[in-house]
């Protein structure tokens, strides 16, 4: 009797465990989809001249709007007497970046713009920084606009957005210039290329008077300006404590005593150089002289003038030994 007991409690217990094994093993339900808990809503931001149409300045009369994609739901952000534009709507709908010449002072072309960010509601309208036509990063964190190289550029044109005067290809043409300037300068006085006649001694050393003195006078304007002429390299002085003027004024220092020793060293070899050409001609001349061979004066001075004194001698050496060698036995 206990042994059939114990075998239907073991066979109870069995047939228990299959069904909850078949239980665990039923397939699942299929998930239902993830619905966020609002809505998307198609918006365009703009900006209109619409409520100050007669404005013969565009520039001033331009305002911020928001409506709907089909045109309804039309509604004002901003309202002031300056121009705001380039309305930029960040991709999360939070935020909308544009355009406000509201910061412009006396001087500054009408179309000088500002970047500004606000809630998309009008609120909270905020300054960025100076720059034009902002738009947003996919994930609405980060703006990407364009401004002038130095960060106080002014408009080229009276268009809105319009280019600056100190862009970035404009300094490196800037850069591009001092440099063939210089080529040229020093081409010259010891280039190879053929020079005029009386570009010697007296002449040559007063064209490098005259070109170094133009730097010793801008030189003595960037030490004394109470006023930044160049104010591109403002972030890189603000960045080692420097203030412009002093900066300025340093660089004045240090190209008025660059031009000093430049202009001292140049003078000196010019001189140099004029007394060994002045000898080498004489010499040329004695040995035409000496040689029976004529010399006109002023084709040894090009001939030594253009470095080839050497040659000229070895022409007078060998049309002296010719006419020695044709002569009467």
């Known amino acids: 009797m206990k042994r059939s007991t114990a075998s239907l409690i073991a066979a109870i217990t069995l ?58 739901n039309l509604r004002r952000l901003t309202d002031n007497a300056f121009g705001d534009g380039f309305a930029a709507l960040s991709p999360d709908g939070k935020k909308i970046a544009f355009n406000s010449n509201r910061r412009v002072v006396a001087g500054e072309p009408a179309n000088t713009a500002d970047v500004f960010v606000m809630d998309s509601d009008g609120e909270a309208q905020t300054f960025v920084t100076r720059g034009s036509s902002p738009t947003w990063s996919p994930d609405s964190r980060e703006i990407a606009f364009h401004a002038s190289a130095s960060g106080t550029g002014l408009p080229i044109k009276p268009d809105p957005g319009a280019a600056t005067f100190d862009s970035d290809l404009v300094h490196a043409l800037q850069h591009l210039c001092f440099f063939f300037a210089g080529v040229a300068f020093w081409m010259s006085l ?76 140049i003078l000196t070899w010019l001189v140099l150089r004029w007394a060994s050409r002045d000898t080498e001609r004489q010499e040329l001349l004695d040995l035409a002289a000496a040689r029976g061979v004529e010399l006109d004066p002023a084709r040894a001075e090009r001939a030594v003038s253009a470095g080839q004194g050497e040659r000229l001698r070895e022409r007078i050496e060998s049309t002296a030994a010719h006419s020695e060698a044709s002569g009467p036995a």
């Open 190 to 265: 010891v280039g190879p290329l053929p020079k005029p006649s009386w570009f010697t001694g007296a002449a040559s050393a007063g064209f490098v008077f005259a070109v170094r003195l133009i730097g010793a006078v801008l030189a003595n304007v960037l030490m004394w300006s109470s006023s930044v002429i160049y104010a591109r390299y403002a972030p890189g002085e603000a960045a080692h404590n420097i203030s412009a003027l002093s900066d300025q004024g340093m660089a004045g220092v240090v190209m008025m005593a660059e031009s000093t020793v430049i202009t001292l060293s």
């Open 15 to 72: 047939l228990a465990g299959c069904g909850e094994t078949h239980r665990l093993q039923a397939p699942l339900a299929p998930a239902r989809p993830y619905r966020p808990s609002f809505d998307l809503v198609s918006t365009i931001a703009f900006s209109s001249t619409r409520d100050d149409p007669t404005n013969p300045n565009p520039n001033l009369a331009a305002e911020i709007y928001l409506m709907a994609a089909d045109g309804t």
